[in-house]
């Protein structure tokens, strides 16, 4: 089984300074201090999907790391984590090996984070599901007199990856007025060919079964949500 292991990390923090492996304590305080900082998440989207540190992104160390990377600024501080320290260690060596300049690592990952009583939380996005969503499946969907905020993705897009968790997020707090519904394109060609889907991410919203409003590319919380209002 491949995962993190507490020997990687241990071995890490002899040559990481303390200043950035941080405690889940400190990991917390950084994050409270850095609003603008990117909270990453390098485990499997399987492992994310069950629980995660709220507005975290996820780009999985082990598929494309480098490319699911490359929109973030080398100048933003990066928050980096795994299972118990393993992977995180090897993702953050990556980043500062490729210019990173504010890399910092959750010593223990989210095991030390969970048994310090820090909070994670789960999925509440509605994906399409893996074999392919039909038209008619979509169309279902819509018949809601909530908003239906659609949201055509990859895996492989980086953009993509780091709207996530704005999307999480209004899916989360929004529940009562929205319905967020992302759709992988490389699981559902057909669909995404009847929407003639070309760019990635492509977002869509609609209210009471007809489309208000579309627009393509990374969007943040403030602008999807100014649409939803």
């Known amino acids: 089984m491949v995962s993190c292991s507490n020997q990687q990390t241990q071995t890490k923090a002899i040559t990481v300074s303390d200043t950035t492996l941080l405690s889940a304590e400190e990991f917390s305080q950084k ?11 390098v485990r499997t989207p399987e492992e994310f999907s069950e629980a995660h540190i709220a507005n975290a992104t996820n780009v999985n160390w082990k598929d494309n790391f480098a490319s699911g990377i490359t929109e973030v600024n080398k100048n933003q501080p990066v ?10 260690a090897s993702a953050s060596d990556y980043l500062r090996k490729n210019g990173y300049t504010q ?13 310090s009583n820090f909070e994670v939380v789960a999925d509440t996005v509605t994906a399409a599901q893996d074999s392919g969503m039909t038209l008619q499946q979509f169309e279902a969907l819509l018949v809601t007199d909530k908003y239906v905020l659609i949201d055509f993705y990859a895996t492989w897009c980086g953009p993509c990856k780091m709207m996530e968790p704005a999307l999480e997020d209004i899916a989360a707090t929004m529940s009562d007025k929205v319905i967020v519904v992302r ?20 977002v ?4 009471n079964k007809k489309l208000v409003w579309e627009d393509i590319g990374y969007k943040t919380k403030k602008q999807l949500v100014s649409q939803l209002k």
């Open 103 to 115: 890399v910092y690592e959750l010593q223990g990952g989210l095991l030390k984070w969970q048994a």
């Open 31 to 41: 994050i409270k201090k850095e609003p603008n900082a990117l909270i990453l998440d």
């Open 204 to 207: 869509q919203i609609y209210k």
């Open 183 to 202: 759709i992988d394109v490389d699981k559902n060609e057909e669909l995404s060919k009847h929407f003639e889907v070309e760019s990635l991410p492509t």
């Open 79 to 88: 928050l980096v984590y795994c299972l118990s320290g393993g992977r995180s």
